[in-house]
């Protein structure tokens, strides 16, 4: 054993690992890597220090929040008021826009019926769930003009009638309902009739045409409006069109199905006709 240390080859042995140790200092000193003292210290300390920081910070965040708190909660109240006004320049720019659609759909139907007078725009503020007919109550009544049997419409065609009224509220039949019976004829033709309607044909948000002289002329697509007949409807209202002919098993008429012009269950808000020409006057009153 002597021997192999005094030799040749263990010489040669320890310059290369010196050589190695010293390659592998330079490398760790220009790399900037730590040395093993100091990794084994860095790695036996990093909890403590991690903990000291979390720590730190937890107490610099509280006083922080303990002295600013007034700062914090008085920049809290400026971002809520600032949110509650944008909520509320929003919700007057939507209720300035509506309004001025209901104005803009009472100038068409001003310029186009010239004899009628109109309610203020009425909303729908209340609906019976079990109606099948699509009946509701409107935010006006007397107070504001309306009379009981006033006709009720959009800019869109005839929705129905009053049928009750107050001072400050009215409800309203619509044009499904057996309440509702009103004289039409087709644009196309001017085939007469009256809307008969029964809760079949109101199941299916339709209208029933009757009365109709077996050879008259009417088809699906023609166009239905009011006749103006009865006194309590203007004529020239829209109410809707034909879907469906066909004979009444009596063989002397004939039934039309109409789907009307507006979905009464869908709308938010109508207008009460409050006077047109021949308000009132029944087809006999008529003078000729």
């Not at 400026?78 to 509320?88: A, D, F, H, Q």
Request: proline content about 3%; charged content about 20%.
């Amino acid at each position: 054993m002597k021997e192999f240390f005094h030799s040749v080859k263990f010489k040669i042995l320890i310059c290369i690992a010196a050589l190695l140790l010293g390659l592998m200092a330079y490398v760790a000193v220009a790399a900037g890597t730590q040395t093993l003292p100091e990794q084994m210290i860095n790695t036996v300390t990093y909890p403590f220090v991690t903990a000291a920081n979390a720590i730190s910070n937890g107490v610099n965040g509280f006083i922080d929040k303990l002295v600013n708190a007034d700062t914090y909660k008085s920049q809290n109240d400026e971002l809520r008021e600032l949110v509650t006004e944008m909520y509320e320049r929003s919700a007057d720019y939507e209720e300035l826009q509506k309004e001025n659609e209901q104005l803009r759909e009472m100038l068409g139907l001003s310029q186009k019926h010239k004899d009628f007078k109109f309610s203020e725009p009425c909303s729908i503020i209340a609906r019976n769930a079990n109606d099948i007919y699509g009946g509701f109550t409107i935010n006006q009544g007397s107070s504001s003009g309306i009379s009981l049997n006033d006709p009720v419409i959009t800019s869109v065609g005839l929705i129905g009638r009053v049928t009750e009224i107050a001072p400050n509220y009215a409800r309203v039949s619509t044009i499904l309902s057996p309440q509702v019976n009103v004289g039409v004829y087709t644009m196309r033709t001017k085939t007469t009739g009256v809307l008969e309607n029964d809760i079949n044909t109101a199941g299916d948000k339709l209208c029933l045409m009757s009365n109709i002289l077996k050879d008259a002329d009417i088809e699906p697509g023609d166009v239905i409006v009011t006749s103006g007949q009865s006194g309590l409807f203007p004529e020239g209202i829209i109410v809707g069109t034909v879907k469906e002919v066909y004979n009444d098993p009596n063989g002397l008429s004939k039934h039309a199905i109409i789907e009307p012009a507006e979905d009464s269950f869908n709308i938010t808000s109508v207008y009460a006709v409050t006077d047109f020409d021949g308000k009132g006057l029944s087809f006999d009153d008529i003078e000729y």
